[in-house]
């Protein structure tokens, strides 16, 4: 699943007004629908930090990664208390030009470029 997360979770006053999400949401979301792969992506350019280039995570950034984890470890509590089994998702924080390659246990996974 490939969801926007504009918002980190202490800004979710502003999903309503704006009609974003927070990247707990995201999480919450793909686990309830049982998405093996999210990929965050609509980042808001708050979270930008010019030190690091766009395949390496920020501090900011891996604050929205963890958020969207704990979103989907969270749902999927609920889900195991209510189904039985928790389908873990692994959650990504998209770049541009970030391809992914579906694997055979079908997941989703970022494919090396080479630099030329």
Known sequence: MIHEATYSNDLAKNVAKYGHSTAGMAGRFAQETRSKTLVLTHISSRFNDPRYDEKELN????????????????????????????LPTRVLVAHD???????????FVPVEVAES
């Open 59 to 86: 501090p900011m950034t891996e604050a929205l990664l963890k958020q969207a984890q704990e979103g989907a470890i969270e749902a999927g509590r609920k889900e195991d208390e209510q189904k039985g089994g928790v």
């Open 97 to 107: 030009f970030l391809e992914l390659e579906r694997t055979a246990e079908d997941q």
